[in-house]
């Protein structure tokens, strides 16, 4: 397999795309006004404990205070004798009015950007990052990334960070699926520059003010670099002078074997034509996704879930009718798979694949969509199948998804997805003429409405306007309004 990044820098957003053997496989936004906040550390204040939700709002300097759930807070395992006796934990109290007070000051990270209308999702179990390791200060022992599956390299890995660790004092670390094969000093250098940060962390934590920003993680086009570059990516293009400059400082500060890799994209061409990137991102905001067979598969996503159909369309097969279910099925998982990391869907996930009669076909179609969401860098999960059929899954959400953050909700439908019809309309006028000749005094009556709306009244409704202007006894005037919608009116008394 082959595989590139793609960097593209405008003025106000950067985007970058992973490819592999030419498909767009994620793509990644982040603009200036809205910069995501995964990550960021803040000095907060507590300024509301919920006991009935075992949470508490955190005013960290945004429009919605952020929500911590007592889950989410580290506190130490404390002894009789007042010291530390185990390891720190996580969400080991169910009170979490033991844990916080209102007006208190703590130091949060943001676990979730705020989504919709829900504020940010915080957590005090810090964690910070580098090209190896993540470092936990309230932690202790290592860990290892489940994507390394080699038991041996597993244990070299866990051998050769804990024999840097300090006895007795807190800090754990979390080797990274980037450490596959990385040498012991690579790995102290790593827990070395870590720990000068976390330092510097908690100086800067000591004098900020509630509210404020202790710490950013790093911009889009360098962050790519440290979260999705590894020794499967073979090269990363970036079409801007300056961010090429930075990346590659980033590259050999922490990677210096893959410095090679970082190229500077000088061609004409935008850079996003390559491998038809910006088409297929238009292709990703569509309902429906169309499959090579001549099938379909249509995504709606709501507040809720997000529910996924699988159809044949004109599919037709070539043997029976099970045999062409069973491979629209297949091939819908894989477009599946690619489809949810595109979008970047997360939450809850009904797909509801074709009716199989064959227990063997089922059992296959789910170890394909497994398959293919192996290589997904958010964390999933399919929990079972239902009784009707329907396969029930989860993907990790932390950052809105791509439909949300380049579209809004249609002005005129408000996000329905549909509009009363023109006829629908037309009577909700004539109801409300009889409400108000029954209410008011009046001369005559003006109809101001869409123009579709108006050509109805003037041409199939124009015998019940006749009627309703004999039934109030005064003239009804009508006038198109260019600037309504098809379901705007007003009825307007003269």
Request: aromatic share 6%; glycine share 6%; charged share 25%.
């Amino acid at each position: 397999m082959t595989a590139e990044i793609l960097i593209n820098v405008s003025p106000r957003e950067v985007r970058a795309a992973l490819v592999e053997n030419g498909v767009l496989q994620e793509i990644f936004l982040e603009r200036t006004n809205r910069r995501g906040l995964i990550s960021n550390i803040y000095k907060g204040r507590v300024s509301r404990v919920l006991p009935g939700m075992q949470a508490a709002f955190i005013d960290i300097g945004l429009e919605r205070t952020a929500f911590l759930h007592a889950s989410d807070i580290v506190h130490p395992a404390v002894g009789e004798n007042g010291q530390l006796d185990a390891p720190l934990v996580k969400g080991d109290s169910e009170d979490i009015q033991a844990l916080v007070t209102e007006g208190g000051e703590i130091l949060v990270q943001v676990l979730k950007d705020p989504l919709g209308t829900k504020g940010a999702r915080l957590t005090t179990f810090i964690t910070i990052p580098s090209r190896y390791l993540v470092y936990m200060p309230k932690g202790r022992g290592v860990g290892i990334s489940a994507r390394i599956e080699d038991e041996t390299e597993r244990h070299r890995l866990r051998e050769a960070t804990t024999q840097f660790l300090r006895p007795n004092e807190p800090g754990g670390y979390i080797v990274r699926t980037a450490a596959e094969g990385a040498t012991p000093e690579a790995l102290r250098a790593d827990m070395l520059f870590l720990e000068k940060l976390w330092a510097v962390l908690c100086e800067k934590a000591a004098v900020a003010r509630p509210g404020h920003l202790v710490h950013e993680d790093l911009p889009l086009a360098v962050r790519v670099l440290r979260d999705v570059m590894s020794s499967g990516v073979d090269k990363v293009n970036v079409d801007h002078a300056d961010t090429h400059q930075r990346m590659c400082e980033f590259v050999r500060t922490f990677m210096p074997d893959m410095v090679e890799r970082v190229e500077l994209y000088r061609a004409e061409r935008p850079i996003f034509d390559l491998h038809g990137i910006e088409d297929e991102i238009q292709k990703s905001l569509d309902r429906k996704v169309p499959l090579k067979s001549g099938g379909y598969v249509i995504f709606d996503q709501t507040e809720a879930m997000t529910t996924i159909d699988v159809n044949t369309g004109a599919y037709v097969g070539h043997r029976t009718l099970e045999e062409t279910i069973f491979r629209t099925n297949l091939e819908a998982a894989v477009a599946i798979a690619r489809q949810l990391r595109l979008r970047n869907l997360g939450g809850i996930i009904i797909v509801d694949f074709i009716d199989m009669e064959e227990e063997e076909h089922r059992k296959q179609v789910l170890q394909a969509l497994e398959k293919a969401l192996a290589s997904d860098h958010a964390k999933n999960h399919i929990s079972s199948v239902s009784p009707l059929g329907l396969v029930e899954m989860t993907r990790k959400r932390t950052r809105e998804s791509l439909e949300h953050m380049l579209c809004a909700a249609c002005p005129t439908c408000e996000g329905r997805g549909f509009v009363k019809t023109v006829e629908t309309v037309c009577y909700e006028i004539f109801r409300e003429i009889l409400r108000q000749s029954r209410q008011f005094v009046f001369q005559e009556l003006m109809v101001l409405a869409h123009q579709d709306v108006i050509e109805r009244l003037l041409d199939e409704e124009s015998a019940a306007l006749a009627e309703l202007e004999v039934h109030t006894r005064k003239p009804i005037r009508l006038q198109t309004e260019a600037l309504y919608q098809q379901d705007q009116y007003d009825v307007v008394l003269m």
